[in-house]
């Protein structure tokens, strides 16, 4: 599959979320409709989407965030519709990331991925990704 892959705009946001649903993605305090207005207005292009337009079961098939703070790219909401997968849509939009990020100067970048999640582990390393066994990831909640 060569898919096209394009940034979000506010209209896929419902999309989006809907997708994330279908895709089983564990959900967050920031997967809401608000979350995503406040990542697109502060970097309008880290939302990455595939959309397979008119086609048969089309509409957004794929998603994923990459995020740069000006000193390290991170990617976060790789997902895709389970009828669509095993079809390079992930992998496609990880290279689309990597380009994206790699434009802005990063040269590093971590993927997020929960460790019961073998199909996503499997993924991140047929990509080429390593997990990293020397870190542990600290999480504090600031909103409600």
Request: glycine share 10%; hydrophobic share 50%.
């Amino acid at each position: 599959m060569d898919p096209t892959i394009r940034t979000a705009e506010l209209a896929d946001l419902p999309a989006v979320l809907a997708l994330w649903r279908a895709a089983d993605s564990i959900p967050s305090v920031t997967d809401s409709e608000a979350g995503l207005r406040t990542l697109l207005a502060r970097d309008p292009e880290a939302l990455l989407v595939v959309d397979a337009g008119r086609e048969a079961g089309g509409g957004i098939v794929g998603t994923l965030i990459a995020a740069w703070d000006g000193w390290r790219g991170s990617f976060y909401r790789l997902a895709v519709r389970p009828e669509r997968r095993r079809q390079g849509v992930a992998a496609a939009l990880v290279r689309a990331g990597e380009e994206r990020l790699a434009r802005l100067g990063a040269v590093r970048i971590t993927a997020i991925v929960a460790d019961h999640e073998h199909a996503a582990v499997a993924l991140w390393e047929a990509v080429g990704y390593v997990r990293q066994a020397d870190r542990s990831r600290f999480v504090r909640e600031l909103a409600g």
